[in-house]
């Protein structure tokens, strides 16, 4: 059996970085004013992780007001729920 997985992913840390200095912004007031965890925003900033959910991605850009689509990409990937099973299990 196969489901389908919104993948978000941020297309440059430095983006991120320059939207947030360009807009005065720190990691604390980013994750205030986005509602996003702190350690997401600052892992997303430093480059130590790149996705995030929909709703993240969409509230990340809208507290910098930047245009929908700018710091983050919507990909579909199908995903075989033997093979999920197989990830949790190990």
């Known amino acids: 059996m196969e489901y389908w997985r919104l993948l978000v992913k941020l297309i440059s840390h430095q983006a991120l970085a320059s939207y947030m200095n360009h ?27 790149n996705t ?20 983050f990409l919507a990909s579909v990937s199908r995903v075989s729920i033997a093979a999920s099973r197989e990830r949790q299990a190990s």
Request: charged share 30%; net charge positive.
């Open 52 to 71: 995030c959910g929909s709703d993240s991605a969409r509230a990340i850009e809208k507290a910098l007001d930047a245009p929908s689509g700018s710091l």
């Open 23 to 49: 807009r005065g912004m720190s990691v604390r007031t980013l994750a205030e004013r986005s509602g996003v965890n702190r350690s997401v925003i600052g892992h997303l900033r430093s480059g130590r992780r």
